[in-house]
C-alpha cells in the first residue's frame, strides 16, 4: 500500500505546517515518528473504537453539563483524541500518565471505567474519587494515572517525580507527563527539564499543542512556538508530531517510550493537534473562526481518519463500524445513567481522607 | 423513543438565556457535534451542539425567545424511522408555570441545582457533620536508667534522618547542598558518604520543580525528605506543598497521597532581613491535608522528624538555625519515636499559662526562670506540633491556671496565637480569669539593622509583662 503511505507521510506534514506557523524541520534520522506507521487491521480498529469511546463520552459529559449534572469547569477533549490514544498503544503495564484538567481522555484511555470517570463528573459516590475530586482530580493507583491537576504546569514537575520513582527503584517503567502549550510557558517545566536531562529520567513530555492556551493562540504567547524545541537548551531531544494521526502518535511513542526505557533521559513530543470545543463549557470561542474549526474537523479528524482507511481497505463495512459506534454509545449510556443515579458521597465524606 | 433537547447550562452560574437562533429546521438530519442553535447568556453567545443522531421533530421555543430557563425543552429529536406524531404528549409546548424557580426547573429534568441558586440557609448549615475528634498517643516512657546524651539540635536531626534511612530503603534526602557540600548547615553531614548519591541527592537551585519532583516521587511510593535551605525560599516552591502535596489525598478519594516530609530552617535567623527571616508556622497551620511540626529541643527534633518521616501524610517540619547548635539531653534509645500532635509540658505551675514553640520557647523559658524569682509560678507548653494542635492540653493547662499568654516569632495578624487564643476563648471561657495576650514578632518586614532587628523580635521583657499582666500584678 505504498500510496497509502506517502499519503499518511504528506498528510502529516500538511497538518503540521496549518497548526504551526514556524516552518519545517529537517526530519532527524535518528528519529522515524510517523513515518512507518501503518497500522494492521486489529490496531486500526482498536484506535477507532478508543477514540470513538472518548469522543462520544465528551460529548454525553457536555451534554450532561448542559443539564446541570455536572458543576464547575469541565474541559472536553474533542479533537484530541488521537493523541492519548496513539500514546497508550505505546504504553505498558507499570508506566505512568499524569496530565492536567483536560483529563477525560486520559482517563478512559488509561483503561478506567466509564461510569467512574462519570460518576465523578457528576459528583457521586462512584466516581474515582468518591465525588470529591470532580473533572480535574481524578486518579487511579490501579491503572497507574496520577491524575487530573488543575494548576497549569504542576503535573510536569510531578510527572517528573514519577520518573525519579522509577529511577530510584530501577525498574524500566516510563513516566508519560502531558500538558498543553500554555502550560509550556510556566516556569517548573524548565526546573523540571533541567532536572529530568540532568539525572536522566525516563519521562515523555507530551505537549499537546492543541493551538490555544485558553483564547490565547500559541503565536500570542510564546516566543518559540516549535515546542519541540523548548527542550533544546537542556539538551532534551524533541519532535514535532502530527497529533491528529492516531499511527504517527503511535510511532513517535514508541520509539519515545524506547529511548526512555533505555535509560537516555527524558524526550519530548509536540502533539499538533486541535480541540474542536471552547476552553471550557463556558467559552464561546470567538478568538478563532468558524472556518478554522470546520477546517480541522472536516479534513483532519483523528477518527474520521481511521473510519475512511478502514473502509476503503475493506477492513470494516459501515454496518460493522455502525455496531462499534452502537457499542461505545452503550458505554456511555451506561456511564450515564449510572452517573445521574447514583447517589451523592454520604456526609460524613466530608471529614474523610484528609489525613491517613 | 424521541429524544428531548433542553436548554443547556453554560457556565457554573447559568440560571436562563435567550434562545437567540436555531440553526436547524424541524425535519433537518442532524448528527453529534452538529450546532443546532445559538444561545446568549449574560456573558456570551454559545453555540449548542447535538449529542445525538437523528432528525429535529419538532422545535419548541421559538427563536428569539428570552429568559428560557435552564432545562427547558427546547426540542425533540427523532431516531430513524420515528415520526413527529410521536412526540404527542410528551412535548409541553412551553416551560412549565412553576419552572420559574431553578431548582423547579432542574428538578422537572432530574438535574441538580446549581450552587449558586442554593440560598444559604440555618437549616442547610446545620447538617454539617461535626469534625471527628483524634486521639494522639502520649510520649513514649523513657526506661528508668536510660543513658542521657548531650547532643545538638543538628546533630538529632541528622540522626533521624539516618537512622530512618537505615530502617526503610524507600527514604532519601534532596535538596540544595545537601550531598557533597554536606548541607548549607551541615544538617545532612555524613549522609552521602553512609548512603551514597541515589539516596542523598544533590538538587539544582530549583525549589519549585524539586518540590513537585519530590511530590511525585513520594505519589509513586517513595518517601522523600526534601530539605529547603530555608522556609524562605519554600515560597517559590508552596503550590506544590498545598495544592499537590496536601489536597491529592482527599481529591483522589483516598488512593493516593505524599507521604513526604518538608524540612528546613525556618523563621529569623541573625541579621539576614527581611526575605530570609519569616516565620511560616502560621501560613502552613492553616492547610487541611498538611502536619506542622516545631520542635524545639534536640530531643524532640529527633523524635519528632522520626515520626514525621515515617507519617504517611506530608509533613512540615520546622526548623530553626539559632536552635542547630544548642545542645540538650537526648535518650539513648535504639529507636526514639515521639507522637506528633502532643504538646510538652516543659514545666509545670500553677499562676498562669504560658504557650510557645521552636525558637520561641527560648525566650520563653527565660521569662518563666525570671517570673519564677518575682514568685510567679508559670506553666510552660511546648506545643511541638502546631497542626494537628494538641488544644486538649493547653485548655487543662487554662483550667488550673486562668490565664493564658502565647509566644511566638511570626507576625501577629492571623498568628498561631490568635488561633489558640480564639480557641480557647470558645472552650474554656469560663475558666479564664484574665484576657488572653499574645506576644508575637512586630507587624514589619525584618530590618537588618541590629538595634531594629532585635525590636522587631519578641523579647524576655515583653512576655515577663505579659504574665504580670494577666495575674494583674
Redesign the interface.
Known sequence: MAPTKTASVSGRKSAARSATKTSSKPARKDFNGGIFAEFDKGQELAAYRDMLLI??FE??A??L?????I???CHLY?GQEAVVVGMQMALKEGD?V?TGYRDHGHMLATGMSARGVMAEL?GRRG???????GSM?????EKQF??????VG?Q???????????K?RGNDNVSTAYFGDGAANQ??VY??F??AN?WKLPVVYVIENNRYAMGTSVARASAQTDFSQRGASFGIPGYQVDGMDVRAVKAAADEAVAYCRAGKGPIILEMLTYR?RGHS????A?YRSKDEVQKM?SEHDPIEQVRARLLEKGWASEDELKAIDKDVRDIVADSADFA?ADPEPD??E??????? | MPIDI???????T?EEGTLSKWLKQEGDKVT??DVIAEIE?D???????A?DEGVIGKLLVPAGTENVK??TKIAVLLAEGESADSIGSSAPAAPKADADTPAAA?DA???????SAEEPTAAADS???A??KVDVASDPDIPAGTEMVMTTVREALRDAMAEEMRRDEDV?VMGEEVAEYQGAYKITQGLLQEFGP?RVVD??I?E???????????????KPIVEFMTFNFAMQAI??II??AAK??????????APIVFRGPNGAAARVAAQHSQDYAAWYSQI??L?VVMPYTAADAKGLLKAAIRD??PVIFLENEILYGQSFEVPKLDDFVLPIGKARIHKQGRDATVVSFGIGMTYAVKAVEELSKEGIDVELIDLRTIRPMDLPTVIESVKKTGRLVTVEEGYPQSSVGTEIATRVMQQAFDYLDAPILTIAGKDVPMPYASNLEKLALPNVGEIVQAVKTVCYK
Open positions: 469522543r462520544r460529548e454525553k457536555g451534554q453539563y448542559g443539564m446541570g449534572f458543576g464547575g469547569f474533542i505512568q499524569i457528576t466516581g474515582y474519587s468518591k465525588g470529591k475530586g482530580h481524578m486518579f487511579s493507583k496520577y491524575g487530573g491537576h488543575g494548576i504542576a510536569v514537575s510531578l510527572g517528573t517525580g514519577l520518573a525519579f520513582a522509577n530510584y516556569g517548573q526546573e523540571s533541567n532536572m540532568l474542536y463549557m463556558s467559552d464561546p470567538k474537523r445521574q456526609v460524613s466530608l471529614y474523610t481522607d484528609i489525613l491517613l | 433542553l436548554m443547556p447550562a453554560l457556565s457554573p447559568m453529534s457535534g447568556t456573558k456570551a453567545t454559545m453555540e449548542v451542539e449529542v435552564v432545562n432542574s429534568a432530574g438535574g441538580k441545582a446549581r450552587q447538617k454539617v457533620p469534625q471527628p532519601f541515589r538538587t539544582p530549583t519549585h520543580g524539586f518540590a513537585g519532583v519530590g511530590v511525585g516521587a513520594a505519589m509513586a511510593g517513595l503550590d506544590q495544592n499537590s491529592t489525598l482527599y481529591m483522589s478519594g483516598g488512593q493516593m497521597g487541611p491535608g502536619k504517611p501524610n
